[in-house]
């Protein structure tokens, strides 16, 4: 009776994953050719991407939706978030914000500041974003990257990448809060 026991004591020990299976049935060389063919073709691509805008902008928005599709999965079953509320800005005119925001930079010594007061182009921005902002949020919602991007291009326009319109949103956002020249209080 032992000696049965034994037996299938020793061939369940000899039972393979389907990892280990595939490993040792393969062939090392197959395996080599394989790294060496996917090298080639990251170097390739690679190389395409540098000079090719085009594919390198198509292979951006791929791992774009690549990663909406991933966080679209990963929030099922997950309650929606509260949308965030838009910062509340005070009734000024783009050349009133313009002028208040320039004012503002004056009177602060941070290096971003000296930077700012050295580009009228941006601020001249910062103040169509406040305009744009603050007539978006009019429904009380916080407007956007689409819906500021949309109205920069139909109401001046002007293209704008979504970094440079997350960048601009957050901006007029911080200039809003306490201390900032848009701060409605």
């Known amino acids: 009776m ?8 020793d061939t369940d020990s000899l ?9 040792l049935l393969s062939d090392p060389q197959s395996r080599a050719d394989r790294e060496e063919r996917n090298a080639r073709a990251n170097r390739a691509r690679t190389e395409r991407r540098r ?33 965030e509320p838009p910062v509340p800005l ?6 009133d914000a313009l002028h208040r925001l320039e004012a503002h930079l004056e009177s602060v010594t941070t290096p971003q500041a000296a930077q700012l007061r050295r580009r009228p182009d941006a601020l001249r921005r910062y103040a169509a974003a406040f305009e744009l902002y603050r007539s ?18 139909a109401r001046l326009g002007v293209a704008l990448t979504p970094s440079q319109i997350q960048k601009l949103r957050d901006q007029v956002e911080g200039f809003a809060r306490p201390g900032g020249p848009w701060y409605p209080g």
């Open 51 to 83: 000079s090719d805008p085009a594919y390198a902008e198509r292979l951006r928005n791929e791992d774009r939706l690549r990663q909406r599709r991933h966080r679209a999965k990963a929030a099922i079953g997950r309650p929606e978030p509260q949308p």
């Open 15 to 23: 039972r393979l994953t389907a990892e280990e299976l595939s490993f």
């Open 90 to 95: 005070p009734a000024l005119s783009a050349a």
């Open 136 to 153: 978006l949020s009019e429904r009380g919602e916080r407007p956007t990257r689409g819906a500021l991007a949309a109205a920069f291009a």
């Open 2 to 9: 032992t000696a049965e026991n034994d037996a299938d004591t």
